[in-house]
């Protein structure tokens, strides 16, 4: 059985591809906004991105590339290796979408209620998107040779851990 620390650290790791961005854009929103399009575009244009969902996509690429680096993902893995990643950029276009729907609203006339209701759908696509997550990575890590999953093990155990060793 896993320990509690491999736990709470691989909860860390998922949770930060997940949510680091999205909250990161959840402060941005607080920025003054910029000039808005005069037209609402139709159904047939594109929504061009936000400067968050853009900056989002960035870190979620940048995540994406840094644990391949870091998991010595072969040729061999990449077909799994790309549902991992899919899961990811999944997880945020909906976290993007989440964020969008929060900023346009007024915070001013939400009621605690709704403020909570909101939370919530935050909290359950964080839980969906862990779910995709875990099932891509379960499929990778399975087919992994045991040397392999002993770094990715590693990996997990030791993210968040750079920090807390720096500063004790």
Same mark, same amino acid.
């Given at each position: ?15 930060? *591809? ?14 003054? @906004?910029?000039? *808005? ?8 244009? &594109?929504?061009? @991105? #936000?400067?968050? %969902?853009?900056? #989002?996509? $960035? ?8 644990? !391949? ?6 040729p061999a893995e990449e077909a799994d290796w790309n549902g991992v990643? *899919?899961?990811?950029? %999944?997880?945020? &276009?909906?976290?993007? +979408?989440?964020?969008? $729907? ?23 696509? !964080?839980?969906? /998107?862990?779910?995709?997550? #875990? !099932? ?5 890590? +399975?087919?992994?040779?045991?040397? %392999? +999953? ?6 997990? %155990?030791?993210?968040?851990? $750079? +920090?807390?060793? &720096? !500063? /004790?």
């Amino acid at each position: 059985m896993p320990s509690l620390s491999r736990l709470v650290a691989m909860s860390a790791l998922v949770g930060a *591809t997940i949510l680091a961005a999205p909250l990161t854009a959840i402060a941005a929103d607080s920025a003054p @906004p910029a000039a *808005t399009q005069a037209v609402p575009p139709t159904a047939t244009q &594109a929504v061009p @991105p #936000t400067a968050t %969902q853009v900056a #989002t996509r $960035e870190t979620v690429e940048q995540r994406i590339t840094s644990l !391949h680096a870091s998991l010595a993902i072969t040729p061999a893995e990449e077909a799994d290796w790309n549902g991992v990643s *899919t899961a990811m950029r %999944q997880s945020a &276009a909906v976290m993007d +979408k989440l964020v969008a $729907e929060k900023s346009a609203i007024d915070p001013a006339k939400m009621t605690a209620v709704e403020d909570l209701m909101t939370y919530e759908k935050f909290a359950r696509a !964080h839980v969906e /998107g862990l779910k995709s997550l #875990t !099932h891509s990575f379960a499929v990778l890590y +399975k087919a992994m040779p045991d040397a %392999q +999953k002993k770094v990715a093990d590693e990996v997990f %155990q030791n993210f968040g851990h $750079e +920090k807390s060793a &720096a !500063h /004790g």
